[in-house]
């Protein structure tokens, strides 16, 4: 099995229906902001839970970060679905208890029972989210809590003040407000759905919420930058804990993001100065200590996720050491020259096809049998159909006894067959699931 790289991003989400506010979802994914588009319908995928069209828009209640992979944020997840199931809330502290249903079968007339999930309000599952996070197989990691709603925020904070056990200091809770509590089930304009991963997570955009959220590598580049300056480097580098050598191309090797420090240490010797530091020496992962160069304060995740993109992903490490080309003022003034004579021609061909279209429109005098046997039919009127509209007029049309003329010339017909199937084979509905 390959071993992939620390995602940038991967969060547990906790959705609700903006219509049934008691509706909620559970999931997972590396890019938020694209999972709620599948939810709501404005691009392919989703979740069959959330298609009904009467819980549609949903919104992203809060989210939690900080997984050191994929695997464990799906464990997250099924331990947050299945809180009254899962080992990692004690029986005693399980705020829902497990079901049981029965099922007799009119065959043999035997009775089975199996565990079925209980009904949990939004209360409960905030409150079991706070069990998760006291948990010792959660604390280790570095957890963020980011509330995306006001009112499941107050919710939370509601809930807290009444226990006297609190998550673990670790764990960083905050509010981000932001545009997705104002869902529209229609696109914002200039903003479309399909973009790259840099262009939607901008590090220093100002956008808040969903879409200020980063999920690219962009945030590694100064850090990637130094380390392959430093390692790349003929000098005889040395461990800054053991101050034995560090070979070039060795793997395991750690180095202080800090730009005025270059510290360089072996993965095991740093980890071992961390966790003393901690006075917690059992221990297998750190989570935080102080650089032996620099003496700053250094989250362990920081350090070994750059360690992973950059001996695990090559590709994203040719693509964060690129450096952007730099266009000539020539070409820039080229360009624009460009642009403008392409704007400038476009509005000269529509305002022809007005002028054209008005005239013809004044010269003739149209009857209603004239548009019964098609005479004003438009010669590409099957590419017009692109919404569902159109084709319900066409079959309302249809019903009333209206018929609409056939096409004389058989090279015209196979032409607007072979218009349809390629509007067919690049449609994304044949892999869309049928829903009942």
């Known amino acids: 099995m390959e071993a992939k790289p620390i995602p940038a991003l991967y969060a547990c989400y906790l959705l609700h229906s903006t219509k049934w506010p008691s509706s909620l979802y559970i999931g997972s994914t590396p890019n938020p902001r694209r999972r709620l588009a599948q939810h709501n319908g404005d691009a392919k995928g989703g979740a069959i839970r959330t298609a009904r069209n ?7 209640g809060l989210i939690i970060r900080g997984f050191p992979s994929n695997i464990a944020a799906l464990q997250f997840e099924w331990a947050w679905q299945n809180t009254h199931i899962t080992r990692h809330i004690a029986d005693d502290k399980r705020i829902t208890k497990p079901k049981t249903i029965e099922k007799r079968s009119p065959k043999t007339g035997r009775t089975r029972r199996r565990p079925a999930r209980p009904q949990i309000s939004l209360v409960d599952k905030l409150r079991n989210l706070h069990l998760l996070l006291q948990t010792p ?4 990691w570095p957890l963020e809590v980011r509330f995306f709603c006001k009112d499941i925020h107050r919710s939370w904070q509601k809930w807290t003040a009444t226990l006297e056990s609190e998550i673990h200091r670790d764990v960083r809770v905050s509010l981000d407000l932001g545009e997705c509590g104002r869902h529209s089930m229609e696109k914002p304009p200039n903003s479309p759905v399909f973009k790259t991963k840099t262009e939607n997570h901008d590090p220093a955009s100002s956008r808040r919420g969903i879409e200020g959220l980063n999920v690219s590598y962009t945030f590694l580049k100064s850090h990637m930058e130094k380390s392959h300056l430093l390692l790349a480097d003929r000098k005889k580098n040395s461990c800054a804990v053991c ?20 510290s360089i240490s072996h993965l095991p010797c740093l980890a071992r100065r961390f966790m ?9 992962v750190p989570t935080v200590g102080t650089c032996p160069g620099c003496s700053s ?14 001996t695990r992903d090559e590709k994203e490490t040719a693509r964060l050491m690129r450096k952007a080309k730099k266009i000539s003022p020539k070409t820039m003034k080229a360009k624009r020259v460009l642009s403008s004579d392409l704007i400038e021609e476009s509005t000269n061909d529509e305002a022809s096809e007005h002028i054209h279209y008005l005239e013809s ?19 590409e009127w099957d590419k017009s159909c692109d919404d569902d509209e159109d084709v319900m007029s066409v079959s309302s049309a249809a019903s009333t006894g209206v018929v609409f003329p056939r096409l004389e010339n058989r090279q015209s017909w196979n032409e607007t067959i072979s218009v349809l199937q390629r509007v067919i084979e690049d449609s994304e509905w044949d892999d869309a699931e049928v829903l009942n």
């Open 54 to 60: 009467n819980l549609r828009p949903w919104e992203m």
């Open 137 to 140: 197989s959660f604390t280790r």
């Open 243 to 262: 101050t034995s050598m560090i070979q070039p191309l060795e793997a395991t090797t750690l180095v202080c993001p800090r730009n005025d420090c270059a």
């Open 276 to 284: 003393d530091e901690e006075g917690q020496s059992n221990l297998v």
């Open 297 to 310: 304060k250094l989250p362990w995740i920081d350090l070994v996720q750059e360690m992973s993109v950059r």
């Open 361 to 379: 429109d004044a010269n003739s005098d149209h009857s209603l049998s004239s548009v019964l046997h098609g005479s004003l039919l438009d010669e």
